[in-house]
């Protein structure tokens, strides 16, 4: 199991870094977004300048993950990124659909992997005589 985690977070850490860095430096030319909501969805983070903000993100928690260092904070900085990616494509462009879907494939691994650091966000504290505290 720790080969297959070593794997889905160099992978996913690879993809992010890539692809975030593609907002800036633009090595891989990218296919116009089909007319529609797609395409106005897309202008709109382009003319405001937040795809920067979402390729900034892209490449610090992707580097968080391909160095496995602070890999949950890596975690915690892509996950609002790819629910955004799979909502964008469940929603307006589903040809992209299935990489979406195997990018949540990883991260929800990799989430499962290091539960441990995020038992916070889903268990209440447990106080004396099994109590949970508000």
């Known amino acids: 199991m720790k080969i297959a985690t070593i794997i889905a977070r160099s ?6 870094v890539v692809f ?17 909501p797609a395409r106005d969805f897309m202008t709109a983070l382009f003319v405001s300048h937040y795809l920067y ?14 160095t496995g260092r602070w ?16 909502c964008f494509h469940a929603l307006m ?14 991260a929800v691994f990799l989430l499962w992997r290091h539960r441990g650091n995020f038992a916070g966000l889903v ?8 109590t949970r505290h508000q």
């Open 20 to 36: 975030g860095s593609n907002m800036f430096l633009h090595f891989i030319p990218m296919p116009p977004p089909p007319e529609g």
């Open 123 to 130: 268990h209440a504290p447990v106080g004396p005589a099994g």
């Open 53 to 66: 903000v979402v390729g900034a993100l892209q490449v610090v928690g992707g580097l968080l993950l391909f």
């Open 11 to 16: 992978l996913l850490g690879l993809i992010f």
């Open 71 to 86: 890999v949950p904070l890596g975690l915690t900085l892509v996950g609002p990124v790819i629910v955004n990616i799979v």
């Open 93 to 106: 462009a589903p040809a992209g659909l299935p990489m979406a879907i195997t990018v949540s494939a990883l």
